[in-house]
């Protein structure tokens, strides 16, 4: 799977914004790699995101450019990485279809799953570290499933969340719940919707009944609010290069929106969670092009 390069004109933007005042700054713009994909540190001192196949770190404010994180070992990785909660271990989903492990400073970084022939897009770990949630894909005429592994790459199970497409599975902060989008209440083809089911299995339940495309539910580490990607209805998955919105709300009240933050994205914007440890700050990337 190549990763994505940026079109002629174009830039790759990375945003830090503030839920609070509102606040938006551009904290890095480059005309030569796409960027993706945010997350931030625990000590909240550094971004991670991926470019050209490997992963980069860079200060969440102006003035800094992104350095590699350089792996021994390690594939050319996708737009999928999270944090070990004690935070100094990353967990990468690398273009062989497998999880990898690394020292969050790189070095030497060790194949966690093992089942070949199977695509595993890693979304979440859960808050004692313990366990991933990812994308379990056989084929990309399938649908995706939800599986959950230990961080050890033992123990691996497929969770019914009932028909149709699931991505971007992550827990809840207090560890109770995985949140998703799911398409099991399509009624035409790529009506994402936002869902969670209890961490140990159970009833889906819907968190919005939307005309729109919603993707990527992230909540913010003190389960308060929560951001989430809107694709224009009638998308079919989460591609590049569209108008979306960001849409953050109180996780007491989904379908009201308490800020809607437009932007030339997609895929690669927002696809794991990069909300701050502070839980006012989420960092996102744009994708601009003249």
Do not use: C
């Not at 790699?33 to 992963?55: H, K, M, Q, Y």
């Not at 200060?59 to 450019?65: D, H, L, V």
């Not at 089942?115 to 084929?139: K, M, Q």
């Not at 609010?225 to 590049?240: I, S």
């Amino acid at each position: 799977m190549p990763y994505r390069t940026l079109a002629p004109g174009q830039t790759a933007r990375i945003h830090v914004h503030d839920v609070e005042t509102g606040e938006d700054v551009v904290v890095h713009e480059d005309a030569k790699t796409l960027f993706e994909a945010p997350n931030w540190s625990i000590d909240g001192r550094s971004l991670l995101v991926n470019g050209d196949g490997e992963l980069w770190s860079l200060p969440p404010e102006q003035g800094w450019a992104p350095e590699r994180v350089r792996f021994r070992g390690l594939p050319a990785i996708n737009n999928d990485h999270v944090l070990d909660p004690a935070g100094s271990q990353v967990f990468l989903s690398a273009d062989d279809g497998h999880i990898y492990r690394g020292p969050l400073s790189g070095g030497e970084a060790s194949r966690v799953t093992t089942e070949d022939g199977v695509w595993h897009f890693l979304h979440g770990i859960s808050p004692d570290g313990l366990t991933l949630a990812y994308v379990h894909l056989r084929s990309f005429d399938e649908p995706g499933l939800l599986g959950v592994v230990g961080s050890d790459g033992t123990g691996t199970t497929i969770v019914d969340t009932g028909p149709g497409h699931i991505d971007g599975p992550e827990w809840s902060p207090d560890g109770r719940w995985i949140y998703f989008n799911t398409e099991r209440w399509a009624d035409r083809p790529g009506h994402a919707q936002l869902a969670r089911i209890p961490s140990g299995g159970g009833e889906t339940e819907r968190l919005l009944e939307s005309g729109t495309v919603d993707w990527f539910p992230h909540l913010s580490p003190d389960g308060r609010r929560a951001v989430y990607l809107e694709f224009p209805a009638g998308t079919v998955g989460h591609p590049a290069d569209l108008p979306v919105t960001m849409v953050v709300v109180d996780v007491a009240d989904w379908s009201s929106p308490l800020e809607r933050i437009a932007v030339p994205g997609g895929q690669g914007t927002i696809n794991v969670n990069s909300w701050a440890p502070d839980s006012r700050r989420f960092a996102y990337v744009s994708y601009p092009i003249g």
